[in-house]
């Protein structure tokens, strides 16, 4: 007789298929990106992320309102300042962009957790996530100002700092700075394992970011390199990490799982928006199915490791999940 296992006894119903699923997904995974743009009235659609808008602060309470209605329990602030220079000095002026929106969130709903995206490049001239001289992007002169810019977002009331730039050190000099300035209590979602990958360019049209020469392979990861991640990870760690992005998510499904298995703290995938846009594209053009494609990559960032997702799906999420 032939023997073989059969697996197709649990799949036989929606019930019994929904009893033995390993992995769910949940709104409380969500966190939702907000381009902030300097200005009035703006509510500017992004050319290559449809269903995303640059939003000026008059118009931020109607978002976050909707975002809370959809019970959606934490969002990623990004700015787009109208003032740039050298050095960033709008990421870490009291009044900036990000300053000011973080302060009306709160105001709107201070229930809502509020992580600030920490880095300089939507805030530089140049673009570049650090201080520049003779075209080079210098670390430790750059470490100052990140510091300087995670503490003006904890003033104005930011739950989460999340820095971005792949400087050497930035969790630590980060934590220092936090904790002169009395913020020992505010954590840091470390964008511990950033490649610098070709899936950013639409954010990069949103928060008009794009590095005015050369890229920024001298900072963020190869994304041909494993170990490396798994090195970036444990010294974020060491520095005072409390929670682990690995960014992008969905080409780095195992960079996810070996920091997961590696480390005891929260990993966060970041579906960047390259990857918002394939889907959107395919789906608009009618390629696909947007909701069960979304839903599926979703999962498979979860079963992969992840405990949190920073998507520009979540709030099409967050209405599928209530359905
Ligand atoms: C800033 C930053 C970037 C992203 C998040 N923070 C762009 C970059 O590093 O060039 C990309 C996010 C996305 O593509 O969705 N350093």
Redesign the pocket.
């Known amino acids: 007789m032939l023997e073989y296992k059969r697996h197709r006894r649990l799949r036989s119903s929606k019930n019994l298929r929904s009893m033995v699923r390993e992995t769910v997904l949940k709104k409380e995974d969500l966190i939702y990106?907000i381009f902030v743009k300097e200005g009035e009235n703006i509510k500017n659609e992004v050319s290559s992320m449809p269903g995303v808008y640059q939003i000026s602060l008059d118009l931020l309470e109607e978002e976050i309102q909707t975002l809370t209605d959809l019970g959606i329990v934490s969002v990623i602030v990004?700015g787009v300042p109208k003032e740039k220079d050298e050095v960033g000095t709008s990421a870490y002026c009291e009044n900036g962009i990000v300053q000011k929106a973080i302060k009306k969130i709160k105001e709107v709903n201070k229930e809502l957790v509020v992580i600030a995206?920490t880095?300089l490049?939507?805030f530089t001239n140049h673009g570049h996530?650090g201080v520049i001289e003779e075209g080079i992007i210098l670390n430790d002169p750059t470490l100052e100002l990140l510091s300087k810019t995670a503490v003006s977002q904890a003033e104005a009331g930011a739950d989460v700092i999340a820095p971005?730039?792949?400087m050497d050190g930035f969790v630590a000099a980060i934590r220092v700075g936090l904790d002169e300035a009395g913020f020992s209590h505010i954590p840091i979602m470390s964008?511990a394992v950033?490649y610098s990958?070709s899936?950013?360019?639409?954010?990069?049209d949103a928060?008009h970011?794009?590095?005015s020469f050369g890229d920024?392979k001298t900072y963020?990861m190869d994304p041909a390199n494993r170990l490396e991640a798994l090195r970036e990870a444990e010294s974020d760690v060491l520095e005072g990490a409390d929670f682990l992005i690995v960014?992008?998510a969905l080409s780095y499904l195992d960079i996810i799982r070996e920091v997961k298995d590696n480390f005891t703290y929260p990993v966060v995938a970041?579906?960047?928006?390259?990857?918002?846009s394939m889907i959107k594209g395919a789906s608009l053009n009618g390629w696909i199915d947007e909701k069960a494609v979304v839903m599926e990559k979703l999962i498979s960032m979860k079963r992969a490791g992840a405990d949190l997702i920073i998507t520009?799906f979540a709030k099409d999420v967050a209405r599928w999940l209530s359905e």
């Open positions: 990106p990004f995206d880095c490049c939507q996530c971005s730039n792949m964008y950033k990958s899936f950013y360019g639409p954010f990069r928060a970011s794009a590095p920024r963020q960014k992008p970041y579906n960047v928006s390259g990857e918002y520009y």
